[in-house]
């Protein structure tokens, strides 16, 4: 066995494959600058500030224990101690100590964050309609919802040990 544990030679990708790949990772590097520049010139925010602000919005009282909301946006607990922060500045967000744990903290959206996000929320979903759904046939677009549950089933398995962004 080598330093890599596994002998067995990789699966290269095919030509089709490679293509693919590139493709996908060309779109979604496009896709996310288009929506980041969209939110920074409509509200001054990166995309991610604002999928924190959509989770919020859409949560019981307006607030998520940090550790789920975390979890929900798919990120580690410090980038999202880091986006809180910022958040807290702008009046957007609020933390609160969790009554029912001592060591845990909420987050809530504040009035003003829930205002940024109604006056932001429809340049945002012209911007991600433009880029993306109008430019697809209403099967590719089940398609394409399809593949990417796949993707994402096979990408956070429930195993407790998992070494996932939002336990880190």
């Known amino acids: 066995m080598g330093p ?22 060309h779109a979604t590097t496009l896709l996310e ?31 998520l224990r940090m550790t789920e909301l975390a979890k929900s946006a798919k990120i580690t607990r410090s980038r999202l101690s880091h986006a809180v922060a910022r958040l807290e500045k702008s009046g957007w967000v609020r933390r609160e100590d969790c009554p029912s744990d001592k060591r845990g903290q909420l987050a809530r959206l504040t009035d003003e964050g829930a205002e940024v996000l109604r006056r932001t929320a429809p340049g945002h979903v012209t911007a991600v309609r433009q880029a993306m759904f109008d430019r697809l046939s209403p099967e590719q677009v089940e398609q394409l919802g399809t593949i990417m549950r ?3 089933e096979g990408l956070e398995p429930q195993d407790p040990d998992a070494d996932l962004p939002w336990l880190r």
């Open 150 to 152: 796949v993707m994402a």
């Open 4 to 25: 890599m544990g596994d002998m067995t030679a990789p699966r290269w990708l095919s030509d089709e494959e490679q293509h693919v790949w590139r493709s996908y990772l």
């Open 33 to 63: 600058d288009h929506l980041d520049r969209q939110l920074q010139r409509d509200a001054g925010m990166p995309h991610i500030y604002y999928g924190l602000l959509v989770q919020l919005s859409q949560a019981p009282r307006r607030r």
